[in-house]
């Protein structure tokens, strides 16, 4: 089963895959409304979960003086497809491999080498463990864009919504920030039943602040910032989630 990821966590990926080097925490915090605690404890949970795998440096090895980058699609039978990938980047040259899901032209290598002689010995050697070479070609430039939907103008103008999923029946769970101004922020959990900010239909399940998972309690506070995750018996109304500042 595939994660589920909500748009603090969209957030974070794009800005990673736009340049991950100059991405600091507090710019994503200021930008979705939480702590720069709360990013770093969602990166390492993005990272935990092999959806951020790692930062590795881009080199334009062609900028180097004598060095080409080239592509070899090959083909490899598919019960051995992952291990010929695999057994690949052992190659001196080999900087990259990729499984397609395909028959032919299944497995797509990416190699350096400073002359061709060097390009001919990795190529011999990936015949040798059993890739049969259909295409090569010299790599002039590669240009690199992260996934815009995870951008900033995927975000709806004004809530502050994270996620939200139906479950069985018209149950509901639905995960936001708390806004800066919100009706029942500075307010505690009994306070707000009370006040009837909270209906009896409405749960609070789950409260994340500064990277922390709170256990909601009565006499638990709603603060700005707070990452709040709601269950509802029945489907929810715009203006139960008005108190908390969304639209």
């Known amino acids: 089963m595939g994660n589920r990821i909500d748009e603090i966590d969209k957030r974070i990926l794009y800005y990673f895959a736009l340049d991950a080097k100059n991405t600091e925490t507090s710019d994503i915090a200021e930008e979705v409304e939480v702590t720069p605690a709360t990013i770093r404890n969602r990166i390492e949970k993005l990272e935990e979960r092999g959806i951020l795998q790692g930062y590795p440096a881009e080199i334009d090895y062609k900028a180097i003086d004598g060095y080409v980058t080239y592509h070899f699609r090959c083909s490899a039978p598919i019960p051995d497809r992952p291990r010929l990938a695999q057994s690949a980047l052992e190659i001196s040259g080999v900087i990259e491999a990729r499984e397609l899901m395909s028959g032919s032209g299944n497995v797509v290598i990416t190699v350096v080498g400073s002359d061709t002689e060097d390009i001919n010995q990795i190529a ?54 708390v806004s800066e101004g919100a009706k029942i922020a500075g307010k505690t959990i009994e306070e707000a039943v009370e006040g009837g900010l909270l209906t009896d239909e409405v749960l609070v399940i ?13 006499e638990t506070a709603i603060q700005t910032g707070d990452v709040v995750s709601l269950f509802s018996k029945g489907p929810l109304e715009k203006k139960s989630l008005e108190v908390f500042g969304t639209q």
């Open 124 to 177: 011999s050697e990936l015949a040798d463990l059993g890739l049969e070479i259909e295409e090569e070609d010299v790599i002039e430039d590669e240009y690199h864009t992260p996934y815009n939907p995870f951008g900033p103008e995927d975000v709806p103008t004004g809530p502050s919504l994270t996620d939200f999923m139906s479950l069985a029946g018209d149950a509901e769970v639905v995960q936001f920030t």
């Open 206 to 218: 789950s409260i994340e602040r500064e990277g922390d998972m709170l256990t909601p309690k009565g």
